[in-house]
Every structure is written in C-alpha cells, then in structure tokens.
C-alpha cells in the first residue's frame, strides 16, 4: 500500500531516515516531533564548552547509512574498545580479526586466542544467518513460514543456546567470556537468557569496526534532519502527538497535543512500540511479548580537568564478578529480589580525542552503568526517589576509583541522567533503551490497522543506530514509492 501523504509520529533516528527514504520516494511527509530538538536518543549536551552525546557513543556498520547521502566521514576507532579487567589485565579489541589475535595472546595467552578463534568462526556463521534472514527483512505472517526455516537455520549455528552458553563451550579464559557476556547488553538483555544468536553483534562490531563521528555521535541527527528538509520534509518539533486516528481500521491520520488533527494515509510510528499500542492506538494493548524490557542506562556527564593517557576513545572497567551486576539491575522474583542499581557494575567510559568537544587540555567524558528502568514494580527502580541519583552517581565514581581511575578531584561539572530523565526526554517508556529486551521477533514493522507502521529500535530488527537504520529502509520499502 502506498499513499502520498505521511505522517511519522517522532524524529528519532528511525524517523528521520525513515521520512528520507519515504520523501526520496515521492511521498508528501510531515514529521511530527514531541520535544524541542530532533535525534530522540541520539542526544547531545553542552556546557562551558564540553560537547557531549548523550545516548550513543559508538557507531557500527556505516554503511547502512550510506545511501541515504548524509556526507557522514565516520573514523575508525582502533581500539574499538580498551577492556580493563580486575586483575588488572587489560585488552584492547581490534577490527583487524588477526591484531586482536595477536592482542589476546599477549593478554591472556596462545590458547585463549585460540578459543576466540573458534568462537568467531561460529559467530561469523551467526552474523551471516541474521544478515540473510532476520536483519533486512519484515517479520510478518506472510513471511513467517520462510523465516522460520531460516530461524531452524539459526538453531543449526547457535542450537538453542543462550549467550552465556555459547562462551562456556568456546572461550576457556573467564575475562573472555565477560567480554563476550557484555554484548547482551547492548540489546538489553541478560547473557545468560539472551540467545545465542546475539553473538553477531560482537561480530558486527569488529568485522565491521567501531566508528566516531567527529563533532560527536548526534552530528548524526543533525546530518538526517539537513538530508530530510533537502528532501522537503517538514519537520514539526514540540508536537506532540496524542493519538493514532482510524476509519474503518485504516489510519486516517493523528491528534496533536495542539488540538489539531494532521491527516494521513500513512502513519509511521517512531514512538516505542509499546507507547503506540498502549497510548496512541485506539483499542490498546493488542501487542504480546511486551514483558522483558530492556534494561537502561545511568548516565554521568562529566566536565574533567586535564588528561587521561590510561583512557582509550572507549573503555570499559570490569567488575571480579559480573553476575552480581545481572542479578541487580534485572531483578528475580523467584527469589523475591527485586531490580536495583548493582553495587560492583561495569564502568563504561567514553572520552574522544577531539578538540570540537572540550575546551583546550581538559576532557568531556561519557559514564555508562546499566540500570534497571524507571518505575514501579519487581523489574523497575523510582530513579526519582530524592537522593537516589546523586548518591547513585558518587558510588559509580567510588567504584571507578577503586578499579584505578580516580577522577573526582578533576571534575568541573558533573551531569546525572538517569533512566527516568531518558523517558522525559524521549518519551520512552521506563527510559528502557532497546525496547523489548534481546529478542529476535520483537514488534513488526507493519501496524495493526492498515496503513500504520512502526520504526526504530523499538521494533524489528532492534535497538542501536544501524539497526534502527534497518527498520528505517524496511518500512520505506514495505510502504514502497508514491505511485502518482
Ligand atoms: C545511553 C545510551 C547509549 C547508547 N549507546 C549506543 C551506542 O553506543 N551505539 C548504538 O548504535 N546505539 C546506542 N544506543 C541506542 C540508540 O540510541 C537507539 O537504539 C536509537 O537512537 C533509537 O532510535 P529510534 O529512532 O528508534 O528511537 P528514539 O531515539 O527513541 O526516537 C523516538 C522519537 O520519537 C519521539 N516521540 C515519542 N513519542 C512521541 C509522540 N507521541 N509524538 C511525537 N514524538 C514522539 C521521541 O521524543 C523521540 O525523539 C544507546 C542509547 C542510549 C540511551
């Protein structure tokens, strides 16, 4: 079904590319914005001359943005990441399969790079399943029969497997399998519920490389929304939008927070999934498999005096135990413990050599803890609690101390967004990052009603720039171009 004038409900990443592609293709596309600024999660802060991003800090797979010509000069990052573990050892990934070999062995020994070996291997083999079957297409009742040979595929390369399971039967060393047991974070999950099949995302990252944007990650944004108003979007900030409209189960256009009322044949939601079928669709709650949210991030921002020889563009500082970090921010109701900020997390912190983001000599850093959502019940923490933030933000600084790192006597500044300001800021719910957590059939692209479709990370393919990136070219080619 195509039709001439859209409507997309959010100019986050997914929105704007997905409002490019569409305008390329001939369609009349207003983008309907609820805060001030577009990029969604992709965000940026300034002050005193620190430039910071805010959400994402690390690009992967380029080029799923390349035919949108968006004039990005991504650089490569080499390390990808530097890893400090707790007995002090330290590692630096590469893009280069063969560097990283040589680095492993260096680091832990002949035998553990051979391992990784061997687990590459298998995660290539997952990679490219994924690329083939899940990643570039529509999940939909249509294409369920395929995929689901091409999932049987997928058991044949990881056979029902969790992440966890898979680094126990490759990698002997136990700072490897931390290593690989982080990636299920970044889809928002837990390794040792998180498929297997997850293993392409460390595959992704360092066949394909890390990548920075200089000026920063949210360049980005501000890259998308100069391609869509060249294309001759218009892009509507501080527009709410309250409501889905349908007629005769069709879109007919949304409700704006303004009163007004935006027709439409098509609507494309960037909005969570779950806040278009919860909030904006007229007969709620028609989606399933909505219960395990993804986790979200504590965030602090961080002005710093001087400079940091030990710090690569992106290190991580490793806890001696990770599953106390797992067990914390995820919560077990089993065992009647409800989610809370872990105690002992892994410190993700991201400083760029880049004079564009700091006054001269100093640093702008980026601090990334996992922490469960924001709001009630066994799953959530009231990151609003009074005192919880801020004493929360001095512990993580304690905990980046006592692995090494003291910084608090250089701090000009310190920032604290918690998962409760992300949901403010963005509308998400519980400021979950990616959604629903770690899956590999999350909501589809195509919407309940006729003419309604959903983008973005919280959707297929998932969360993170290049998949978002996906779902945005999925949706324009499900929508196809206007035919008049
Ligand atoms: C702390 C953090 C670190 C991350 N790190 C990385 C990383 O290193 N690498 C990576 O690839 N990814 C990373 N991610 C994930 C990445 O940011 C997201 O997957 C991606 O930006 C999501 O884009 P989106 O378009 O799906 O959604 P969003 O960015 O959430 O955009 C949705 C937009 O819709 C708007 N909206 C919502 N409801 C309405 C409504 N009713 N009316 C109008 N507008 C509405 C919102 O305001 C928002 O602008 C990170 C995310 C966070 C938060």
């Known amino acids: 079904m195509s039709g001439s004038r859209v409507v997309v409900v959010g100019a986050g ?18 983008v309907h914005e609820r805060a001030e600024v577009v990029g969604g999660k992709l965000g940026r802060y ?12 690390l690009l992967t797979l ?11 000069n991504p650089v490569a990052l080499d390390p990808v990441v530097r890893h400090v573990f707790a007995d002090g050892t330290v590692l630096d990934s590469a893009s280069d399969p063969a560097v990283f070999r040589e680095r492993i062995a260096a680091a832990m020994g002949a035998g553990a790079a051979a391992d990784w070996d061997r687990l590459w291997r298998r995660a290539r083999r997952i990679w490219t399943a994924s690329w083939r079957s899940v990643l570039r297409r529509p999940v939909s009742p249509a294409s369920l029969a395929a995929l689901s040979w091409r999932l049987a595929d997928l058991r044949a390369v990881a056979p029902g497997r969790s992440l966890r399971a898979l680094g126990y039967r490759h990698l002997r060393d136990p700072r490897l399998r931390m290593l690989l ?44 929304l100069a391609r869509c108003r060249a294309l001759g979007v218009t892009v509507v900030p501080s527009s709410p939008v309250t409501a889905i409209r ?17 027709p439409a044949d098509i609507v494309v939601a960037n909005a969570d999934a779950l806040s278009v079928y919860r909030d904006l669709l007229p007969d709620p709650g028609r989606l399933a498999g909505l219960a395990d949210r993804s986790l979200a991030g504590f965030v602090l921002l961080l002005g710093v005096r001087g400079r940091t020889p030990a710090l690569a563009h992106h290190t991580v500082f490793f806890p001696s135990y990770y599953d106390a970090e797992f067990d914390a921010v995820f919560g077990d109701p089993g065992a009647g413990r409800p989610a809370r900020p872990a105690s002992n997390p892994a410190v993700f912190v991201t400083r760029a050599n880049d004079p564009a983001t700091h006054p001269d000599g100093d640093e702008a850093w980026f601090v990334l803890v996992n922490a469960p959502p924001h709001g009630t019940g066994w799953a959530a923490v009231d990151w609003r609690r009074p005192g919880l933030a801020q004493a929360y933000a001095e512990h993580v600084l304690m905990v980046l101390a006592r692995r090494g790192l003291d910084v608090r006597d250089r701090l000009r500044f310190m920032q604290v967004r918690t998962p409760a300001d992300l949901a403010a800021a963005t509308g998400t719910p519980g400021g979950a990052i990616y959604g629903t957590a770690g899956s590999l059939l999350r909501p589809r692209n195509r919407g309940p009603v006729e ?6 990370g919280s959707a297929h393919p998932g969360g993170g720039l290049p998949m978002v990136a996906l779902s945005a070219r999925i949706v324009a080619d499900l929508v196809g171009p206007d035919p008049t």
């Open 46 to 57: 300034e002050r005193d001359g620190f430039v910071f991003d805010t959400g994402p800090s």
């Open 62 to 72: 380029p080029q799923v943005f390349a035919d949108l010509e968006l004039g990005l």
């Open 181 to 224: 047991d982080r990636y299920a974070t970044y889809a928002g999950a837990d390794p040792r519920r998180a498929p297997a099949a997850l293993a392409a995302i460390p595959y992704a990252e360092l066949a394909f490389g890390g990548w920075y944007l200089p000026g920063g990650l949210h360049t980005l944004a501000d890259a998308l």
């Open 246 to 262: 349908t007629v005769h189960g069709r879109v007919s256009g949304v409700d704006l927070a303004d009163g007004g009322v935006a």
């Open 451 to 456: 003419g309604l479709y959903l983008v973005g």
């Open 13 to 30: 990443v997914g929105g704007l590319a997905v409002a490019a592609r569409l305008a390329a293709g001939g369609h009349e596309v207003v």
